[in-house]
């Protein structure tokens, strides 16, 4: 194994231990007043007036905006990725917590005490808080994936062959509301100088960031700097520039002085998205030896009323493609109601998708009396029938393979209810993982010294992937240093430009870039010794040429009077997207412990096997591969974000009531790597490992718990009463 690969430990690990990473809420900025937002008491209606005037007077208030005072922004066209709503630019309110104004203080206490004076009077409207199960006003999504995918989809006739086929699954799953809840809250620290606007903000995407708060202000994007060095958690909710980063820059211009605005635990709840209520309708037709002549999938997400862009889960599109059905329909449609857009979220669409898909299998295995491995085997895709294209790798056979020897799966009784350990009722369930390979142009800078210290520099993001350690050792392996001697730099919108960390693309996308850059620099180098840059090699700070020569790069800076070299380069996408269908793909296999008599559910082991090309560091990509699978057990048993009908309040919008998986929840889990470098892909050959773990787990998680009593759960998450006996 040479660098790339190797379990290193994360160069920034030790500085996140001790305290030392600065996160974005942390940043030094003197002068800095506190800002601290004013949230609606009603769902639905209009402010008729903030009442300011106690407020005002007390100590330390420097202002108070409303949406009758706020400045106007200049573009406020709620669109994908620019969400310029709630950000006081008019008084409609359409949903419970929604900024109604801002309160900016000398020090925080005050801001906060300030903030408790303020009054609204609101004309209150009829709301509609919660999607339920009726669909009747449910409409087709405008602008689905962003216009890049069809709503709805089809190959043959999924109905009539439904109704032909011998053997029928057909259910209803449905997956709650689930926060994201990063440690690190939003944070912004924004301040002027001049009509120069620097931010320091919790962003999986400086350089969207960057973009938003340009177009929303009305000012030249090279006028603004975005810095987040580290990202203390995002899972999708800081892709998006959401309002609280603009509004800490409105009244930072306001107030003419740099403005702290932290969100607070509850306001994480209704200020930057959440996964969405998704209610699936599954209907599979089979033949009896087990061959899927029918799927349909009918995907019905939780939209907001109002008018702050559109966001459409996309539960269906692993229908699409994960099997080789000859006939398949698929529909998305999107319930609108009195809640805050919802976003991005883990693995969004897969992740809520495969529960219902991977358990309809389930299902559908058990009314064949099959194995429910052998059944995805007897429909296992060679190609995508959706896209009519070859995989650009698939080594999904070899994870359920590897995943059913290591867990001990061929040992599985067909029927429920037959494992036990005492009283306890044991159960064995799998489903699949996959998720697409996306991937962006990025571009990277490396600046190498005489003394042979490297710098490697994108406008990345690290949201805890990985990130600053990956682009050391893809650094270090291209131009032959030890990683030791490399120090990469992110997090600046200032440095060259690298896209959103979302959708599992920040490997694929900033590593070849780095890739790219390590090929200039030694192009540089080449043509400084007079060689042909095909011909030469580094090494251990040597340049060798054709005949082995080896010369020092010292040396060969010191000739042409230079203390460093540098090169830039940027890396694009080629036209691997019209030739391939891009999945990395992977398998769970579960082990629950169901006491009928509580209703206790304990995971008592898992094998996770995942095919994600090639892999980057063993250690950080196990780590990923926990973390995504406990992310997992939190949406099959414990999450689930709980409205009051009435109001449209969040219940639960804290870490205690709002239950997340803790160690005592997780058994010791095996990660199995499959690894197969996929080239068709990108020059690294990586696959993406971001959001794939966490695919499949609540369906895992559901089989199993099928399997040890018998009942099968169809809405998340699955709780004690699911399972009493
Ligand atoms: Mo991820 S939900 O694409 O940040």
Known sequence: MGIIGAPIARVDGRAKVTGRARYAAEAAVPGAVH???VQSTIAAGVVLAVETAAAEGMPGVLAILTPQNAP?????????????????????????????????????????????????????DEAITEMGDDLADAYVPKNFRNGMRKPDSARGDADAAFNAAPVQISATYTTPVEHHNPMEPHATIARWDGDRLTVWTATQYVSGARATLARLLGIDAGNVRV???????????????????????????????????????????????????????????????????????????????????????????????????????VTHRLVAVNQGLPTYMRAPGEASGSFALESAIDEMAAALNMDPLDLRLRNYAESDPH????????ALRECYRAGAEAF???QRPLA????????????????????????????????????????VRSGT??????????????????????????????????????????????SASVLNAVVAAADALRARLAALAGLDARQVQLAAGTLVGPDGTRLRIDVLLARHGLDTIEATAESVPGDEKQRFSLHSFGAHFVEVQVDPAIGRIRIARHVGAF????????????????????????????????????????????????????????????????????????????????ELPTVGVAAAVANAVYHATGRRVRDLPIRVEDVLA
């Open 387 to 394: 896209e009519n294209r070859p995989f650009s790798s698939k």
């Open 35 to 37: 800002a601290v937002l």
């Open 72 to 124: 106007r922004l200049a573009d406020v066209r709620p669109q994908a990725q620019l969400v310029p709503n709630p950000t006081l630019q008019d008084a409609t309110v359409a949903y419970n917590g929604q900024t109604i104004a801002v309160v900016v203080a000398e020090t925080l206490q005050q801001a906060e005490a300030a903030a408790a004076h303020v009054r609204a009077r609101y004309r209150a």
């Open 461 to 506: 993001q690290e949201i805890g992937g990985g990130t600053y350690t990956t682009m050391a050792q893809v650094t270090a392996e291209a131009l032959g240093v030890p990683v030791g001697q490399v120090t990469a730099q992110l997090g600046d919108s200032a440095w060259p430009h690298a896209p959103v960390s979302g959708g599992s693309q920040t």
């Open 611 to 690: 095919d994600t090309g090639r892999v980057l560091n063993a250690r950080t990509a196990r780590s990923q591969a926990i973390g995504g699978i406990i992310y997992g057990y939190g949406m099959a048993l414990l999450e689930k974000t709980e409205v009051d009908a009435e109001t449209g309040r969040y219940v639960n919008a804290n870490l205690s009531d709002y239950l997340v998986p803790v160690n005592a929840d997780v058994p010791d889990i095996v990660t199995i790597f499959v690894e197969k470098p996929d080239r068709n892909a990108n020059p690294l050959g990586v696959k993406g490992l971001g």
């Open 408 to 410: 001990g799966w061929a």
């Open 416 to 455: 429920p209810r037959c494992l036990r350990d005492g009283d306890v009722l044991v159960g064995w369930g799998m489903a699949t993982a996959l998720y697409p390979i996306n991937r962006s142009a990025a571009q990277a800078t490396l600046r190498m010294g005489a003394d042979g210290r490297v710098f």
């Open 227 to 329: 810095i987040c060095p580290f990202t203390g958690g995002g899972f999708g909710c800081k892709g998006t520039t959401w309002p609280p980063a603009v509004l800490a820059a409105m009244a930072a211009r306001s107030v003419n002085r740099p403005v702290k605005l932290v969100l607070d635990r509850r306001q994480m709840y209704t200020s930057n998205g959440f996964r969405p209520r998704t209610l699936q309708k599954l209907r599979l037709g089979a033949t009896p030896d087990g061959q899927i002549v029918s799927l349909r999938h009918d995907g019905f997400t939780q939209m907001s009323l109002g008018d702050f862009g559109e966001f459409a889960e996309p539960v269906g599109l692993a229908s699409e493609m994960l099997y080789a059905v000859p006939n398949a329909a």
